[in-house]
């Protein structure tokens, strides 16, 4: 069973700094590209980020670009998302996706608010 388990998120104020992270387990995670999606509240969903399987790659959204940072650790099986210089409007629940999109985490609060 594929399961990505999402940890990290929390309360914050602009400008400040949280770091994201996701377990997975259930399939071979260094096979796979993984990614990053956030959701505000009623609204649609915006791509954040992705990683290749050896991550040596990445790709950021141009909301985030310069200030979040995806990376993985393929030996532990965690993905992660260091996210800096934080924005009210990086408030959002942050999914860890899985291969092909097809499998989701259950998701972590951010919310950066003074």
């Known amino acids: 069973e594929v399961q990505l388990v999402e940890s990290g998120g929390d309360l914050v104020q602009p400008g400040g700094s949280l770091r994201l992270s996701c377990a997975a387990s259930?399939?071979?995670?260094?096979?796979?590209?993984m990614s990053w999606v956030r959701q505000v509240p009623g609204k649609g969903l915006e791509w954040v980020s992705n990683?290749?399987?050896?991550?040596?790659?990445?790709r950021s959204a141009d909301s985030v670009k310069g200030r979040f940072t995806i990376s993985r650790d393929n030996d532990k099986n965690t993905l992660y998302l260091q996210m800096n210089s934080l924005k009210p409007e990086d408030t959002a629940v942050y999914y860890c996706?899985?291969?092909?999109?097809?499998?989701w985490g259950q998701g972590t609060q951010v919310t950066v608010s003074s």
């Open positions: 990683i290749n399987s050896g991550g040596g790659s990445t």
């Open positions: 259930g399939f071979t995670f260094s096979n796979y590209t």
């Open positions: 996706v899985g291969p092909a999109y097809v499998y």
